[in-house]
């Protein structure tokens, strides 16, 4: 009796599998919804928008864009933690999903446990921000500035790679700054150009448009080497901070249970998208190298960002809110 009903067990799961290989071979065969934890106008979410765009030529099927802003990333990381484990629902988010287990006592999800990954979408630096007009011009005045200041500096953040990048600057430079939080780099950067904050790390897609219109002056970028794109602007490493090498990531990421043969394929999909000319194009000019690993590869880089942003978090000395 055992024997049959193990039997039956085998075959059972033999028809299962079979049913989501050919299920995947088909997909996607209605509409994708992509959510982002960041507003409209944000790197992110440009960089999602043209990805769908081109997911939606290359499968005929419509790839939306949900931008879900809001509680540091939670509410569209929980949403989509809950959906149908189908593959039409996803979430392209970045540092913030590993960070924000470091910055909050209680986070509504596990970064690695409650997710698959599908794969690393792009790399690029931080670029430290201060108004077109202001007397700082280099990390140097910046330093000099924040010492010197009877009130804080007030520096903005509207994601956890933003915040923990001043942060840590603070730290290493011994420096007093005032965290202002904001729900988007957006609209952070919009406050600096009005003048109500005098500094913030903002990711290079959000940053280089406004570099070349004169809005903005960027005095240094955060990474191991100077950018294409703005090879004047020295890095915070060659300004004599040897430990500052941080920048900033995008993946794409499906609920735990989403078929692996249906993940399989949305790598796939992401990763040719991420070989057509208009994507490498949108990555390159704004600093971002497109990526486009596989699963295990981003799996093993997902563990090794969540054990380096807690260490980062810890050398910033920020407590968890």
Known sequence: ???????????????????????????????????????????????????????????????????????????????????????YTL???????????????????????????????????????????????????????????????????????????????????????LYVPYKGNPLAIGDLIGGRIDLIFADSTSATPLIRGGKVRAIATTGRARTPNLQDVPTLIESGMADFNLGSWLVVLAPRDTPDAVVDRLNQLFRDALQTETVKRNFLESDAVPMGTSRQELADFMASENRRWGSIIQKAGIQPE
Request: proline letters at 6%.
């Open 1 to 87: 009796m055992r024997i049959r009903q193990g039997l039956f067990a085998g075959i059972a799961a033999i028809f299962a599998c079979a049913g989501a290989t050919a299920h995947a071979a088909d997909f996607p065969q209605r509409q994708i919804r992509i959510v982002v934890p960041f507003p409209p106008g944000s790197g992110t979410d440009g960089s999602a928008r043209v990805l769908a765009q081109e997911i939606t030529k290359s499968t005929g099927q419509t790839v939306v864009v949900e931008n879900k802003a809001g509680a540091n990333g939670f509410i569209a990381t929980e949403e989509v933690m809950r959906a149908p484990a189908d593959g």
């Open 91 to 177: 979430l392209l988010t970045s540092n913030t999903h590993v960070a924000n287990k470091f910055l909050f006592k209680r986070t509504p999800y596990d970064p690695i446990q409650d997710f698959k990954g599908i794969t690393l979408l792009k790399e690029g630096p931080l670029v430290l921000l201060v108004r077109a007009d202001s007397p700082i011009r280099n990390a140097a005045d910046l330093a000099r500035t924040a010492r010197a200041a009877k009130t804080p500096l007030a520096f903005g953040s509207g994601n956890s790679s933003s915040r923990v990048a001043a942060e840590l600057y603070k730290q290493l430079e011994h420096v007093d700054m």
